[in-house]
C-alpha cells in the first residue's frame, strides 16, 4: 500500500501569510483493510511489523522477570529486542529463552578489552547484531536522579558486567561502578 492508496487529492487553496499553497486531500475511509501487511525486514530478518524493542536498562525495577520476559515478549510479537549493555538479566539469561531475534546494544568504553569480552559473549549467544552506542562518551549530571535520590535496589545488578575485567572502565564511571560494587 502507497501513500496513494491512503489519501487522495481533493483541490483546495490555502494562504499563509506571502506563502500560498495548493493543497489536494481526500481521506479514504471505510477501506478494506481485513489483509493489511505491516511485516518487513531488518538486515534480513523477517519481522511482523516495523517495531523493535530498543534497548533500554534495568528492565526488573519494573518487572521481577526484566528482560527475560522482554525477549519472550518479542519472540512473541514477531520482532527483535535489543538487549541493553546495563541489563539486569545477562546475554546468556536472555539467549536461554529460546528462539528470537536478537541485537546487542554496546557503548564505546576505553577499555576495548572488555568491548570485545562483551560482543565475544553476544555473538557466542547467538545475538545477530551489535547496536553501537557513540553519542554517550560521558555519562551526564541526571538531575532528576540526584533531586529524587536514586540508587539502584540492592537486589539489582548489571547482570552483563559481573565477573568481566572492568580494569580502567572502573575509573572511567567511577559512580556507576560504585553503585555496582556496593552489592
Not at 527475560?68 to 539486569?88: C, E, H, K, N, V
Not at 528470537?100 to 578489552?113: A, N
Not at 551526564?140 to 568481566?164: Q, S, V, W, Y
Amino acid at each position: 500500500m502507497n501513500f496513494h492508496h491512503q489519501v487522495k487529492l481533493v483541490s483546495k487553496h490555502v494562504s499563509m501569510g506571502s506563502f500560498k499553497l495548493k493543497c489536494r486531500f481526500r481521506h479514504c475511509i471505510l477501506i478494506d483493510v481485513t489483509n493489511i501487511d505491516l511485516t518487513t525486514t531488518i538486515f534480513g530478518y523477517k519481522i511482523s511489523m516495523p517495531i523493535m524493542i530498543a534497548p533500554t536498562a534495568l528492565h526488573k525495577m519494573a518487572h521481577p522477570d526484566g528482560e527475560i520476559a522482554t525477549a519472550r515478549a518479542a519472540f512473541g510479537a514477531g520482532t527483535i529486542m535489543t538487549l541493553s549493555s546495563w541489563a539486569t538479566s545477562s546475554i546468556e539469561e536472555v539467549a536461554s529463552t529460546g528462539a528470537g531475534i536478537r541485537f546487542f546494544q554496546l557503548s564505546v568504553y576505553k577499555d576495548r578489552s572488555l568491548v570485545v569480552q562483551l560482543v565475544k559473549r553476544a555473538e557466542k549467544a547467538g545475538f545477530k547484531a551489535i547496536v553501537l552506542t557513540v553519542d554517550a562518551p560521558r555519562l551526564g549530571r541526571r538531575e532528576a536522579d540526584i533531586k529524587n535520590k536514586f540508587a539502584l535496589p540492592k537486589f539489582l545488578t548489571f547482570k552483563n558486567f559481573e565477573g568481566l575485567d572492568i580494569g580502567k572502565m572502573a575509573k572511567e564511571h567511577r559512580w556507576l561502578w560504585a553503585c555496582i560494587i556496593c552489592f
